[in-house]
């Protein structure tokens, strides 16, 4: 006994009318593994609804079939409700920065590095250990001081930059 194996066609006006196509078996070997791929895909992702009887008429091309739950997708082209000719695409924002952001950014570098020239010399190194991610005991340990003295010089230290940088933060 031969075994026979068939292509769904979906019909164009009615999806729910599927007609078995004889195929070659080569043909259909190339071609089923990647209808049983898609509609595993779309089964884990919710957006098949087939039912089991159903499968038979799987032909992967979710955006015809009758059982797909494609609705619950949204493509970039979406256009958004409350904003005339605006789509969901046009309100990504990039992950370039503005030259805005460029040049506040610049400033406050600049801004910072006056602050921390005018800091004392143990200000500086308490701000050198703190951008290395040293702990007040390892910092008290470097400098030769107690933890309680590297806290209130480190609070001190911290203050004066915000305040003089209070504009940027």
């Known amino acids: 006994m031969k075994t026979e194996f068939y292509y769904p066609v979906r019909n164009p006006e009615n999806p729910y009318d599927v007609q078995l196509v004889p195929v070659p078996e080569d043909v259909y070997r190339s071609i089923n593994p990647e209808i ?77 590095y006056e602050e921390l020239d005018r800091l004392d010399p143990d200000g500086r190194r308490i701000c050198q250990f703190i951008m290395e991610g040293k702990t007040e005991r390892e910092m008290a340990a470097d400098l030769g001081k107690r933890q309680s003295t590297i806290n209130y010089q480190k609070k001190r230290v911290l203050d004066l930059l915000r305040e003089a940088l209070k504009d940027f933060i």
């Open 36 to 112: 049983e791929r898609t509609r595993k895909q779309m089964q884990r992702s919710g957006r098949c609804v087939c039912p089991k009887s159903k499968l038979w008429t799987c032909d992967a091309d979710c955006s015809v079939c009758p059982y797909s739950a494609c609705g619950n997708t949204v493509s970039y082209d979406t256009p958004l409700d409350d904003a005339e000719g605006l789509t969901i695409g046009d309100t990504i924002v990039s992950d370039e920065p503005s030259p805005e952001a460029i040049a506040i950014n610049t400033a406050l570098l600049e801004a910072l």
